[in-house]
C-alpha cells in the first residue's frame, strides 16, 4: 500500500485528482493557479484535497506568467489551469513565454470526455495539437496513466532544455479511482536530467583554457543557464583571476553583481549596439550558459567562441572553437584549474573607461523625470535580495540596462517570447512563493492597461508589491519605430488614465510622480499586504540615446 506521507492517506484508493495532486506536492508543488471551467472543479477539489493551492486569477494568460516566474525563482515545476475551449486558448501565450525562456511548468487544462469528442462541435478544439509547438510534449489523462504521466510530466518538465509539458483533462476523468499504483512518486530534483550531471569533459577544459591564456582581449558572455548561486561563484572567480569583463543577457541579471568593477552591461537592452561594438573588438567570447533564444539579433562577432553549456552547441547561434558540455559550475572550474596561474591581458583602466562611458551613454539628462531616475530611487529602495520583474516595451530595455541586480534569481522577465503583460503577474507569483521578500515590477502603461485587474488577485491574495509604471501614454518603442521610418504616428497613442482613481478602485494606494522627491516618497509609502501603485510620468526621449 502507497500511503500520502503528509496526511496518511492511502493513495491506492484515490481518485485521478487526488493521484496528480499528491505527486505535484511530492515534487514541491504548493500553488497551482488558474481561471476555471465547470469541467476542471473535479480536478481543483482533487488538487485541494492532496494540499495544494488554487489561487484564482482574472485571466488564464496572468496564471501561466505567475506559474512560470515562481517555476524560474525556485526550479520547483509550475504548475497553472484552465478549463477547455477559450480557457485553453487563454492559456497559450503564458505557456509560449515558458517555453521559450527555457521554465519547467505543466499546463493542465479541461477536455471533452471521450464519449463526446466525436460529433460535438461545442467548444471542442484539438488542444494537443493547439500546444503541441509550444510544449515539450502532450498527453490526454486517463485513470490508468495519471501516475505516470504526472511523474515523467514532472522529470522532463526540469530535463534541458527545461520547458513546458501539455496534459489535457476529459471532465469526467478526475473523479475516476486512479489504478493502482505501488511505487511512490519521485524525488523532482532542479537539476533534473541526467545531461546536466554527466562529467566535463577535460580535455575539452584544456583545449579552453589554452585559449583563455593566449588571448589577449578575452569576454565573458553570461546566460539563462548561468543564473544559479554555486555558478555565480565560479564565475565570479573566474573573471577576477584573469581579469576577464562581464556582459549578461536580460535572464542572467544578478548571476554577476552589476557594481562590479568587471561588469560591463546587459547585451539586447537599452545601448545594446556599444556593447556589440566592444564585442566585435574582443578575441575571445567565453558563452557561459548562453541559449541561443536569447540572441535578438545575429551573432558576427569574429572573436574565437568557447561554448560552456549543459547540452552541445547544436543551434549553430554561433560557430565554437571549444566545448565544455555538462553542469556550468564544474565547467567553468574544471577551465580555472586547466588555465594554471592567471595572467590578466585586459586592462582594468580600459575596462573602467568603458564601463563608466557606457554607464553615462545609458542615463541621459533631461529637464523632465525619466525612467533611469525612477529606476535609481527603486533600487535605492529596495534591498539586495528584492525580486524585480518588468514587462515589454521600452521599460523592458531600460529596466534591464538600468536597473542593477546583485544577486542570481532577483530579476525576472519576458525575453524569448516578449510578451506584454508579463511583469505583473509575475510579480503577483513571486510574492506569492517569496512572501518574506520584497517584490517590485516595473511596467510600461500598455502592458499594465493589458492585467491590471489583476491588482485584485494581489488584493484578495494580500500581495503587497510595488508597481511602478513608467507612462508616457503611448506604445513609445513602436511609436519611435513609425517614426524613424518617416511614418505617421498612428495606433500607438492612447489616453490617460487616472491611476489614483484606478488604484481607489482596487482599494489601495496609487500615486501620480513627476519629480525624483515625489519618486522617493512614493516608492517607501507602501505596505505589505497591499499593492502600491505608483505611476511615473516620465519623458520618452530619454529612451533614444545618441
Known sequence: MVVAARTGFDLTEATVARLVGERLRSAGVRYVTGHPGGEVVDLIEGFREAGLEFVLTRHETPAAFMAEAMASASGIPGVCLATLGPGATNLVTGVAQAYLDRAPLIAFTGQLPDDRVEGTTHQNLDLRALFAPITKWQARLTASNAADITDRALHDTLRPRRGPIFIEVPSDVPRQAAAAREAAPPRVTARGAKAASAAVDRVAAERAAKLLRESKRPLILTGLDANDSAVAVSLRYLAEDWGVPVMVSPKAKGVFREDHPLFLGTIEMLGTAKLYEYIDESDLVLMIGFD?????????????????????????????????VGPLKEGIDAIRAAAGHPAPSRSPKDIRAFRDSFRAFVNPQRDRLTSQQVLVELRAALPEDALVTCDVGYNKAVTGQCLPMYQPKTFFMSNGLSSMGYGLAAALGLKLMYRDRKVACVL???????????????????LGVTVVVLADDALSQIKAGQERKGYPVTGTTFGKLDYVALAKGFGITGHDVRTVVECRDALRSGTSNKPNLIAAHVDPTAYQLG
Open 292 to 324: 541561443p533564444v536569447e540572441f535578438d539579433r545575429d551573432w558576427r562577432a569574429s572573436a574565437t567562441v568557447i561554448h560552456i553549456g549543459p547540452l552541445p552547441n547544436e543551434d549553430r547561434q554561433y560557430d565554437s572553437a571549444v566545448e565544455v
Open 444 to 462: 510600461g502603461d500598455g502592458g499594465f492597461a493589458m492585467v491590471m485587474a489583476e491588482l485584485e488577485t494581489a488584493v484578495r491574495e494580500k
